[in-house]
């Protein structure tokens, strides 16, 4: 068994596991594509608009707000006109990095056993 699977829940019960914290964290139907997207450096509003077809201006604020409270994402407004506003990963949101690629591998490595016996 893996460590994080030897731990006992505590006094708090499931919603104190750690990895149960970063799920809530990412939860959300965007905000890994939105992280993904940031991987690559910074983005503005539009950019990020553009690259995650279907998103809603009203969605993508909301998941940006989120993910910037949670210490993921830093959002720098510049006083110009028209308003600049870009959006870049903090170093905790750099950190999800190996944590997207295991996610990738495991999705790349097809379907999942229950699936694949249908």
């Known amino acids: 068994m893996t460590a994080f699977l030897d ?5 708090g019960g499931p919603q104190h596991c750690p990895a149960e ?10 905000k890994v594509l939105i992280v993904r997207e940031l991987i690559a450096g910074t983005r503005r509003f539009s950019a990020l608009k553009r690259s995650l ?11 940006l707000r989120e993910l ?3 210490g993921v994402v830093e959002r720098r407004v510049f006083a110009q006109v028209p ?10 949101g750099r950190a999800l990095l190996p944590l997207l690629e ?9 379907q999942p ?3 694949a016996g249908e």
């Open 7 to 11: 731990e006992p829940q505590g006094p």
């Open 21 to 30: 914290l970063a799920l809530q964290v990412m939860r959300g139907r965007w």
């Open 53 to 63: 077809a279907g998103v809603s201006h009203k969605v993508l604020t909301a998941q």
């Open 68 to 70: 910037e409270t949670d």
């Open 83 to 92: 308003p600049r506003v870009d959006y870049d990963l903090t170093e905790r």
């Open 102 to 110: 295991g996610l990738h591998a495991w999705g790349a490595a097809g």
């Open 113 to 115: 056993a229950a699936e």
